[in-house]
């Protein structure tokens, strides 16, 4: 049974930071691209971030690029969000999916419904 469990999320000021985690068991890791999404009250789920399997390639949503950094760590099983320079309108709860795929595209990394695994996600509030 695959699991994907999203952690750190929180409560932060404007202009600060949290790191989000994500575990993954059940499958082989290193096999999926991994990625983020959020979801605000009222508003459709939306792409963040993605990795490719060996972390060669990145992937990030312009509202997020220069602030967000993407990681993984394949012994571990877990994929991390770095979030820097937090927004109000950063306010989401936020998702971590697994694609099983060979390659690495960003219009499909990018797709909500690319993704075959998704976690619970974790709430992100940031204040102005």
């Known amino acids: 049974q695959v699991q994907l469990v999203e952690s750190g999320g929180g409560l932060v000021q404007a202009g600060g930071s949290l790191r989000l985690s994500c575990g993954a068991s059940g499958l082989t890791f290193s096999t999926y691209v991994m990625g983020w999404f959020r979801q605000a009250p009222g508003k459709e789920r939306e792409f963040v971030a993605a990795?490719?399997?060996?972390?060669?390639?990145?992937h990030y949503a312009d509202s997020v690029k220069g602030r967000f950094t993407i990681s993984r760590d394949n012994a571990k099983n877990t994929v991390y969000l770095q979030m820097n320079s937090l927004k109000p309108e950063d306010t989401a709860k936020y998702y971590c999916a697994a694609k099983m795929t060979m390659g690495f595209l960003r219009e499909a990394v990018s797709i909500t419904h690319n993704y075959d695994y998704w976690g619970q996600g974790t709430q992100v509030t940031v204040s102005s």
């Open positions: 990795v490719s399997r060996g972390s060669g390639s990145t």
